[in-house]
């Protein structure tokens, strides 16, 4: 099967980049380019940026965690056949260097993260710092960048060049566009450390199903006590033994909420929860945008409910 893909995409690359030699331009827009965001919060950032040049595609669509998702063939064929694919980088999907391997060192791929540092695997305490549920594809650095709107900021000018370099005649229209774009995320910065500031400073405290609040944490000022899945991928599941360190931590730490990310299994909270008291909160949305009718359809709402979601919890 996998020697299928590999040819399929070998065809459709070099159509593509034979394609590429002559490129055309029209002045209303670029119909041509075909952007494709590999998760729904980077399609909404992309479109954000393309503005009314492009329509940008998605592949994972919303509601479906990134970390389990692997490409069926007709998701392969969508790769192939855009121009440019718009991925987060640092380890967040592991499946893609097997998929567009034959891609690296062209500009088809814009990796949103490009030159952000990764933050040091090894923390201080809790179930973080253990090596088990590290196997399979887990990422071993944390990819979740983007739960900082700061770092943002890179993501919004990896992506404007790589449109710019597939689309010169858009450059005026894409840096117009990441700068508005760019002030909105400086604003909602502001605004959750505002409502942050509402949590005694003593209560910020997360636990949270998986290894996705560190930069998030960073930034606003919260220590993480624990995960009750101890690996930057929701993939991985504790030991027995590390449930009873994670109970004794949220106990010690007078610990009042555990967040789940939506889709998240919830058994393992409410037990805990069960056992210390702290209450179980599971409507966070990271690592997708709902539908437009939900209450995170871009990714300056999901932020913002977050924020609140946590605040109203701890405060
Ligand atoms: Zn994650």
């Given at each position: 099967m996998k020697i299928n893909y590999f040819l399929l995409l070998l065809v459709v690359i070099f159509l593509t980049s034979a394609c590429a030699t002559t490129p055309i331009h029209t002045d209303t827009g670029n119909t041509k380019i075909k952007v494709l965001a590999v998760e729904s919060f980077l399609g909404d950032?992309?479109?954000?940026?393309?503005?009314?040049?492009?329509?940008?595609?998605?592949?994972?669509?919303?509601?479906?965690?990134?970390?389990e998702f692997e490409p069926a063939p007709a998701d392969i064929a969508k790769i192939s056949d855009s121009?440019?694919?718009?991925?987060?980088?640092?380890?967040?999907?592991?499946?893609?260097?097997?998929?567009?391997?034959?891609?690296?060192?062209?500009?088809?791929?814009?990796?949103?993260?490009?030159?952000?540092?990764?933050?040091?695997?090894?923390?201080?305490?809790?179930?973080?710092?253990?090596?088990?549920?590290?196997?399979?594809?887990?990422?071993?650095?944390?990819?979740?960048?983007?739960l900082d709107p700061n770092l943002v900021i890179t993501y919004v000018e990896n992506i404007r060049d790589g449109l710019i370099a597939v689309d010169p005649t858009g450059k005026e229209e894409y840096s117009h566009n990441a700068?508005?774009?760019?002030?909105?995320?400086?604003?909602?910065?502001?605004?959750?450390?505002?409502?942050?500031?509402?949590i005694p400073t003593g209560r910020r405290l997360l636990v949270t199903n998986h290894e996705s609040f560190g930069y998030f944490a960073d930034r606003y000022g919260f220590k993480i006590i624990g995960t009750i899945v101890p690996s930057f991928s929701s993939l991985a599941a504790p030991s027995a033994y590390q449930l009873a360190q994670l109970i004794e931590l949220i106990r010690s730490n007078n610990v009042k909420a555990i967040f789940l990310e939506t889709g998240a299994n919830p058994i393992l909270a409410r037990q805990i929860a069960s056992e210390t008291g702290a209450k179980v909160i599971e409507d966070l949305y990271t690592h997708s945008l709902t539908p437009s009718t939900g209450p995170a359809s871009t990714y300056i709402e999901m932020m913002r409910f977050d924020t609140l979601t946590i605040v109203n919890a701890l405060k």
């Open positions: 950032i992309t479109q954000n940026i393309a503005g009314s040049r492009i329509v940008v595609d998605l592949l994972i669509p919303p509601g479906v965690d990134p970390h121009t440019l694919i718009v991925v987060n980088g640092g380890g967040l999907e592991p499946w893609l260097d097997k998929t567009i391997a034959l891609d690296a060192g062209q500009q088809k791929v814009i990796i949103a993260s490009n030159g952000l540092v990764p933050r040091n695997e090894q923390k201080t305490g809790g179930l973080v710092a253990t090596k088990s549920g590290q196997k399979g594809s887990n990422p071993t650095t944390d990819p979740h960048f983007w700068e508005n774009y760019i002030i909105q995320l400086q604003e909602l910065d502001r605004w959750i450390n505002d409502q942050v500031s509402d």
